[in-house]
Protein backbone atom coordinates (compact mmCIF):
# COMPACT_ATOMS: atom_id res chain seq x y z
CA UNK A 1 0.00 0.00 0.00
CA UNK A 2 1.20 3.67 -0.87
CA UNK A 3 0.86 6.21 2.30
CA UNK A 4 -1.91 8.47 1.69
CA UNK A 5 -4.57 9.89 3.61
CA UNK A 6 -7.06 7.06 4.77
CA UNK A 7 -10.46 7.58 3.66
CA UNK A 8 -12.50 4.20 4.15
CA UNK A 9 -12.16 1.52 6.47
CA UNK A 10 -10.34 -0.78 4.18
CA UNK A 11 -7.94 1.75 3.60
CA UNK A 12 -7.64 1.94 7.14
CA UNK A 13 -7.09 -1.98 7.43
CA UNK A 14 -4.69 -2.11 4.52
CA UNK A 15 -2.32 0.61 6.87
CA UNK A 16 -2.81 -1.30 9.72
CA UNK A 17 -1.50 -4.21 7.93
CA UNK A 18 1.34 -2.72 6.57
CA UNK A 19 2.31 -1.35 10.20
CA UNK A 20 2.17 -5.01 11.33
CA UNK A 21 4.54 -5.90 8.57
CA UNK A 22 6.72 -2.98 9.27
CA UNK A 23 6.94 -4.04 13.23
CA UNK A 24 8.14 -7.61 12.19
CA UNK A 25 11.18 -6.26 10.02
CA UNK A 26 14.59 -4.74 10.69
CA UNK A 27 14.48 -1.69 12.18
CA UNK A 28 16.84 0.37 8.88
CA UNK A 29 16.00 4.39 9.39
CA UNK A 30 13.92 3.40 5.78
CA UNK A 31 11.58 1.27 7.93
CA UNK A 32 11.17 3.18 10.75
CA UNK A 33 10.26 6.22 8.63
CA UNK A 34 7.87 4.12 6.47
CA UNK A 35 5.98 3.10 10.32
CA UNK A 36 6.07 6.41 11.64
CA UNK A 37 4.45 7.90 8.40
CA UNK A 38 1.38 4.81 8.42
CA UNK A 39 1.11 5.24 12.37
CA UNK A 40 0.44 9.10 11.56
CA UNK A 41 -2.23 8.29 9.41
CA UNK A 42 -3.69 5.68 11.31
CA UNK A 43 -3.91 8.50 13.58
CA UNK A 44 -4.85 11.64 12.00
CA UNK A 45 -7.71 8.92 10.84
CA UNK A 46 -8.64 7.49 14.39
CA UNK A 47 -8.98 11.14 15.32
CA UNK A 48 -11.31 12.32 12.85
CA UNK A 49 -13.71 9.39 12.96
CA UNK A 50 -13.19 8.60 16.81
CA UNK A 51 -12.58 12.42 18.44
CA UNK A 52 -12.16 12.30 22.47
CA UNK A 53 -15.43 14.48 23.31
CA UNK A 54 -13.90 17.36 25.13
CA UNK A 55 -14.78 16.76 28.99
CA UNK A 56 -17.04 18.67 31.11
CA UNK A 57 -16.34 22.29 32.16
CA UNK A 58 -16.25 21.13 36.17
CA UNK A 59 -15.03 17.88 35.52
CA UNK A 60 -11.79 19.14 33.80
CA UNK A 61 -11.64 21.85 36.72
CA UNK A 62 -12.02 19.27 39.69
CA UNK A 63 -9.66 17.15 37.48
CA UNK A 64 -7.02 20.26 37.62
CA UNK A 65 -7.31 20.29 41.13
CA UNK A 66 -6.63 16.58 41.61
CA UNK A 67 -3.46 17.23 39.53
CA UNK A 68 -2.17 20.19 41.29
CA UNK A 69 -3.53 19.04 44.76
CA UNK A 70 -5.55 21.81 45.03
CA UNK A 71 -8.45 22.83 47.35
CA UNK A 72 -11.93 24.36 47.04
CA UNK A 73 -10.51 27.67 48.53
CA UNK A 74 -7.54 27.84 46.01
CA UNK A 75 -10.34 28.74 43.82
CA UNK A 76 -11.06 31.54 45.21
CA UNK A 77 -8.86 34.15 43.15
CA UNK A 78 -10.54 32.85 39.72
CA UNK A 79 -14.02 32.34 40.99
CA UNK A 80 -14.61 34.46 43.62
CA UNK A 81 -15.75 34.19 47.10
CA UNK A 82 -16.14 30.71 48.73
CA UNK A 83 -19.82 30.22 48.14
CA UNK A 84 -19.02 30.99 44.23
CA UNK A 85 -16.37 28.15 44.06
CA UNK A 86 -18.71 26.16 45.89
CA UNK A 87 -21.56 26.75 43.57
CA UNK A 88 -19.74 26.19 40.34
CA UNK A 89 -18.29 22.74 41.43
CA UNK A 90 -21.54 21.56 42.57
CA UNK A 91 -23.22 22.62 39.09
CA UNK A 92 -25.48 25.54 40.94
CA UNK A 93 -23.73 28.83 39.12
CA UNK A 94 -22.46 28.38 35.64
CA UNK A 95 -19.03 30.26 34.96
CA UNK A 96 -18.40 33.42 33.61
CA UNK A 97 -16.28 34.88 30.88
CA UNK A 98 -14.72 36.38 33.85
CA UNK A 99 -14.10 33.26 35.74
CA UNK A 100 -13.30 31.05 32.13
CA UNK A 101 -10.44 34.00 31.60
CA UNK A 102 -8.69 33.42 35.37
CA UNK A 103 -9.57 29.92 35.13
CA UNK A 104 -7.65 29.20 32.10
CA UNK A 105 -4.42 32.14 33.31
CA UNK A 106 -4.22 30.18 36.50
CA UNK A 107 -5.39 26.68 35.95
CA UNK A 108 -4.12 26.03 31.96
CA UNK A 109 -7.17 24.59 31.18
CA UNK A 110 -8.12 25.02 27.48
CA UNK A 111 -10.86 27.51 26.82
CA UNK A 112 -13.16 25.54 25.02
CA UNK A 113 -12.90 23.13 27.78
CA UNK A 114 -14.38 25.69 29.69
CA UNK A 115 -16.95 26.86 27.63
CA UNK A 116 -17.90 23.29 27.43
CA UNK A 117 -17.20 22.83 23.09
CA UNK A 118 -16.39 19.34 21.94
CA UNK A 119 -16.37 17.97 18.31
CA UNK A 120 -18.84 16.20 16.32
CA UNK A 121 -17.20 12.23 15.51
CA UNK A 122 -17.41 11.92 11.66
CA UNK A 123 -18.07 8.23 9.90
CA UNK A 124 -15.36 6.88 7.89
CA UNK A 125 -16.84 7.35 3.95
CA UNK A 126 -17.67 3.58 2.60
Not at 29 to 54: G, H, K
Not at 94 to 119: N, T, Y
Amino acid sequence: MKPKVIKTEEEYDEAQSRIEVLMGMEKTPEVVAELELFATLVEVSEDRVYPMPAPDPIAAIRFRMEQQALKQKDLIPYVGSKSKVSEVLSGKRSLSISMIRKIHEGLGIPVEVLLGQGSEPEALVA
